[in-house]
C-alpha cells in the first residue's frame, strides 16, 4: 500500500478542467512540500509540479497544484488528448532514520 | 541542467546481487543539500522509493526491502551507486536515479529495466 492516497482513476473531456488528489499525514504532506509527476506510457515521470505549486520551466501553466493541511490537488485545466497519463504525487516523510521518499499509487488520467 | 543516467546489467539471475550505477552531470554529488536516490517500479505498478544517499552522509532505505539494499556514492567519478543482494523475480522493475530535494526541484534519469530470471 502507499503512503499517500490517490484516486486509481480520474477522466475527463476535451477542454474540461479535471483534478486530482493526493492525501497523507502530518509526517508528509502537512510537513513538507509535494511534488506531482506525469508518466507517459513508457517514459520515465517527467516533473509537472514541485514545492507544492511551482511549475519546472517547459510545463505549461494548464497544470497547477495546490495544497492544504495533509492534502494536496493537481489540476489540470484545458484538458488535451496528449494530457492521457499516470500522474503520481510525491512528498518527504519523517521518518526516525531520517527523510524517506514516499509516492501515491498513482491515478491514470483518461481524455474521453 | 543537471542530468542522471543509470548504468547496469538489464538481466540478473535470481539470489545475486544486482548492481547499478548512476553517473551524474551539470552538478557535483558532493555538493548542495540533495538526497542522491535509487526508486523503482515493477511492471505496470507504481513507483517505490528505494533509498539514498544523504548530502548529510547517511544513508536510508525502504523497510520493505529488509536490509538488502546498498547506497554508495562516488564522488571522484560524481557518481552514485545501488546494490540490491539475494535479488529475486519481485525485483524486476525499472530503476530510476534521482537527485532529490526536500526544498528544491528534483531530477530524474532514464530509468533502466532490470529484469531478474535465470
Known amino acids: 500500500q502507499s503512503v499517500l492516497t490517490q484516486p486509481p482513476s480520474a477522466s475527463g473531456t476535451p477542454g474540461q478542467r479535471v483534478t486530482i488528489s493526493c492525501s497523507g499525514s502530518?509526517?508528509?504532506?502537512?510537513?513538507?512540500?509535494v511534488n506531482w509527476y506525469q508518466q507517459l506510457p513508457g517514459a520515465a515521470p517527467k516533473l509537472l509540479i514541485y514545492?507544492?505549486?511551482r511549475r519546472p520551466s517547459g510545463v505549461p501553466d494548464r497544470f497547477s497544484g495546490s495544497k492544504s493541511g495533509t492534502s494536496a490537488s493537481l489540476a489540470i485545466s484545458g484538458l488535451q488528448s496528449e494530457d492521457a497519463a499516470d500522474y503520481y504525487c510525491a512528498a518527504w516523510d519523517d521518518s526516525l532514520n531520517g527523510p524517506i521518499w514516499v509516492f501515491g499509487g498513482g491515478t491514470k488520467l483518461t481524455v474521453l | 541542467q543537471v542530468q542522471l543516467q543509470e548504468s547496469g546489467p538489464g538481466l540478473v539471475k535470481p539470489s545475486e546481487t544486482l548492481s547499478l550505477t548512476c553517473a551524474v552531470s551539470g552538478g557535483s554529488v558532493s555538493s548542495g543539500t540533495y538526497f542522491w536516490s535509487w526508486i523503482r517500479q515493477p511492471p505496470g505498478q507504481g513507483l517505490e522509493w528505494v533509498g539514498h544517499f544523504s548530502y548529510t552522509g547517511s544513508t536510508n532505505y525502504n523497510p520493505s526491502l529488509k536490509s538488502r539494499a546498498s547506497i554508495s556514492l562516488d564522488t571522484s567519478k560524481n557518481q552514485f551507486s545501488l546494490k540490491l543482494n539475494s535479488i529475486s523475480a519481485a525485483d524486476t522493475a525499472v530503476y530510476y536515479c534521482?537527485?532529490?530535494?526536500?526544498?528544491?526541484?528534483?531530477?530524474w534519469g532514464q530509468g533502466t529495466l532490470v529484469t531478474v530470471s535465470s
Open positions: 534521482a537527485r532529490g530535494g526536500t526544498t528544491t526541484r528534483d531530477y
Open positions: 502530518t509526517s508528509n504532506i502537512g510537513r513538507t512540500a
Open positions: 514545492r507544492n505549486d
